[in-house]
């Protein structure tokens, strides 16, 4: 079976940077994903990571160690927008994506 | 349209009945899945399919059904609605292949009463 691990909730101020955390372990890896849901929406894309390193987009950046099992997406100058869970989300041998519980992140003033 | 829509948003439904929910995409996206999502597990695949005639099982398939006439249209089936199917259920697609990204529907709230 697939066990995808990611905290539950993390809170952090407006302007500050957050680090959410994932670790797997699955049959076969072919990438990791991360989504942003806001409350009452659908899951959008934000990453996509499939070899060691990091991957810079914006505000947002997402790292990979596939020795490891582990990776981290980067919120940086956090926004009140950006209060919504996030989903990490890993491509296993039949690249099916099986997805973890999710972390709400909450923004404060 | 353009991407993925769902139908119907909600619907409260009684036991036993049979519910049909409608996925529709004009991506041509070769594969579709179905999620559902409940507090605290994330989202959970349901059944898929690669291309238009063909379906799979996901990781909760019981109690469910699908069918895929065509590339567009994949709607999901609950034969005899169950309480626990009470969810939210979220349609995705992606070009189909390899590790490609999906893109998800904006969902339909049901409850089983």
């Known amino acids: 079976g697939q066990n995808i691990d990611q905290p539950t909730e993390m809170t952090a101020t407006e302007g500050a940077i957050v680090q959410i955390n994932c670790t797997y372990q699955?049959?076969?890896?072919?990438?990791l994903f991360w989504y942003q849901q806001h409350a009452g929406e659908a899951p959008t894309f934000l990453s996509y990571n499939v070899l060691d390193g990091l991957e810079e987009k914006g505000r947002f950046s997402s790292f990979l160690s596939r020795s490891k099992g582990y990776s981290y997406l980067l919120l940086k100058e956090l926004q009140m927008k950006d209060s919504a869970s996030y989903l990490c989300?890993?491509?296993?041998?039949?690249?099916?994506?099986?997805f973890g519980a999710g972390t709400t992140v909450t923004v404060r003033a | 349209i353009a991407g993925i829509t769902q139908a119907p948003t909600s619907q409260i439904l009684a036991a036993g009945r049979r519910m049909t929910l409608r996925c529709t995409q004009d991506?041509?996206?070769?594969?579709m899945y179905w999620y559902r999502q409940d507090l605290g597990l994330g989202l959970r695949l349901i059944h898929y399919?690669?291309?238009?005639?063909?379906?799979g099982k996901g990781e909760v398939p019981d109690g469910y059904s699908v069918s895929r006439a065509n590339t567009d249209d994949f709607p999901l089936t609950l034969a005899s609605a169950v309480p626990s199917q009470t969810s939210v259920y979220f349609c995705?697609?992606?070009?189909?292949?390899?590790?490609?990204?999906?893109?998800f529907g904006p969902g339909t709230r049901l409850t089983v009463l």
């Open positions: 399919s690669n291309t238009a005639g063909t379906t």
């Open positions: 989300a890993v491509s296993s041998n039949d690249y099916k994506l099986s």
């Open positions: 699955t049959s076969g890896f072919n990438g």
């Open positions: 995705a697609s992606s070009v189909g292949g390899e590790a490609d990204t999906q893109y």
């Open positions: 991506m041509r996206h070769n594969a």
